[in-house]
């Protein structure tokens, strides 16, 4: 989040930002919580433990106008269901 930001606000430019300006979110609400403790590799092949926080929202759109940016290593259109036991980090 960036000062002055809602939750709300921080969510949707990310989103703008992964996926496109096109893309259009009209509804957001948080749909779950997880945390967990995560080993992170750096780019120099050094590793830290770190405790992670997920927020998870259910987002709906007045459009599906997508494009991936160079981020993506994977992309996958699943259930709410499956999701949940996805590993999103």
Known sequence: MESGE???????????????????????????FRDDVRVKMYPDGTTEEIYMIYLIFDCISANRDITFNEEFQEVAWVSAEVMKDMDLN
Do not use: H, S
């Open 6 to 32: 809602t939750m709300e606000e921080a969510l949707k430019r990310e989103i703008r930002e992964e996926l496109g300006e096109a893309l259009e979110i009209t509804e957001v609400k948080p749909w779950a």
